[in-house]
């Protein structure tokens, strides 16, 4: 298999497994929470972005890497974990709070979108062993990051005054769920 097969598929296989385990143990959870609590557990999340810059280290990753794509990517990722941290920081100030929520998931997911367009210009997959350790992180946290600002945006979206809660399930009828009864009787969460 050539270097750009292989890349493709763990790249296809890590959002697959990321949205499997967003849509089972994540998006539930972040549903039923209070909104500011959801977005400050997606902003904790993102806010170890910041490990973006070791795409600039020397010895870390290969020299032939393409600098039209690691220098972007990772200042692209330090602003959005400094937009992440803001956002941690300014909780207690909401009316500084949520228009950073806005502006870090914007610049956020703008990132992951921008890194993807110079991953294809520059043929990233031919050269994925110039990533060296760093490969790991388009293949195990772009895909959960992109998944959590997708999530942030819906609930940003949905009106305030509607909270989604996960469904109670009878205790006799209840599937595979935990104690709490949060999930279907079939084993699948319901709205």
Not at 3 to 24: Q, R
Not at 68 to 83: E, K, N
Not at 92 to 118: E, H, K, M
Request: some cysteine.
């Amino acid at each position: 298999m050539s270097a750009s097969e292989i890349f493709n598929i763990d790249m296809a296989l890590g959002y697959f497994a990321w949205a499997l385990c967003m849509a089972t143990y994540v998006w539930p959870r972040l549903r039923a929470m209070d909104r500011v609590e959801a977005h400050r557990a997606i902003a904790t999340f993102n806010s170890f972005r910041f490990f973006g810059l070791a795409l600039l280290l020397p010895g870390f990753v290969g020299p032939n890497l393409p600098q039209g794509f690691s220098r972007p990517v990772a200042y692209g990722d330090l602003a959005t974990a400094l937009l992440a941290i803001l956002v941690l920081l300014t909780v207690r100030l909401r009316v500084v709070f949520w228009p950073l929520v806005w502006l870090f998931n914007l610049v956020g997911l703008a990132d992951l979108i921008s890194a993807t367009a110079r991953a294809v210009s520059v043929n990233l997959p031919s050269v994925a062993g110039q990533l060296g350790a760093d490969y790991a992180i388009p293949m195990l946290y772009v895909p959960a990051l992109f998944w959590t600002h997708l999530m942030a945006f819906w609930l940003l979206l949905r009106p305030e005054h509607a909270p989604a809660r996960v469904a109670q399930s009878r205790p006799d009828t209840a599937g595979p769920a935990d104690s709490r009864g949060q999930m279907s009787p079939r084993g699948s969460f319901t709205a």
